[in-house]
């Protein structure tokens, strides 16, 4: 069965450095996709990142990057220079196959102090 | 500009009471999804529809209901056999699998 765990609860980090928010997965179907989601404290959820299963390349978009370890089922988001707005929880997310369900991690809500 | 709504944001329910929760999307997305989030948690499944007319169950059903007659409208009904309704709601769509979700801004329902 599919499983996304995230375990890291809270974490810290100054404004302007970088932070890595840890995600594991397990699934037993080669082809899946890998989500990254921001929640700010107004509750909508805001698409950061995907990857997929059988890109070669990490993705990245802007200031963040996933780190894509597939032989240790590992899809860490990586933030550079954080700032204030940063601050919120982030949910790793996963699809299998090509089909429709996307399920979710329990999150990381990330503190940025100034 | 293109979109999901979701209204109301905030929704009070008596017990043994059925409500229904509204969203709509311009985005000419063909799959909708319904999720739960409870306090600290993560996001669970209810519902999705892939096409209209057309859904399937996700991973906490029980005491929901959905409809799809138009591709835009994907509304939640929360039924007075949901024991437990007390959470916040969030609706999304996507043009496919491979895609990633765009979501509305959720409903907040509260038992009183």
């Known amino acids: 069965a599919q499983k996304i765990t995230q375990t890291q609860p809270g974490m810290f980090v100054q404004e302007k450095e970088a932070v890595t928010l840890d995600c594991t997965y397990d699934t037993s179907d080669p082809s899946y996709g890998l989500f990254w989601y921001k929640q700010p404290s107004s509750g909508e959820m805001i698409f950061l990142i995907y990857q997929g299963s059988y890109d070669q390349q990490n993705a990245t978009e802007g200031r963040y990057s996933l780190n894509f370890q597939k032989a240790r089922k590992s899809a860490n988001l990586v933030i550079s220079a954080s700032q204030l707005g940063d601050s919120a929880m982030y949910f790793c997310?996963?699809?299998?196959?090509?089909?429709?369900?996307?399920?979710f991690g329990a999150g990381t809500r990330l503190f940025v102090k100034a | 500009d293109g979109g999901i709504t979701q209204s109301p944001k905030y929704l009070f329910r008596k017990e043994g009471q059925n409500v229904t929760l509204s969203c709509e999307q311009n985005?000419?997305?063909?799959?909708m999804y319904w999720y739960r989030q409870d306090p600290g948690q993560g996001l669970r499944l209810i519902y999705y529809s892939q096409i209209v007319n057309d859904f399937q169950k996700g991973d906490i059903a029980e005491g929901y209901s959905v409809s799809r007659e138009k591709k835009e409208s994907f509304p939640l009904t929360v039924t007075s056999a949901q024991k437990n309704p007390t959470a916040f709601y969030l609706c999304a769509s996507s043009l496919a699998g491979l895609y990633g979700y765009t979501f509305g801004s959720g409903t907040r329902l509260t038992v009183v």
């Open positions: 997310a996963m699809r299998e196959g090509i089909g429709f369900k996307t399920i």
């Open positions: 985005l000419n997305h063909d799959a």
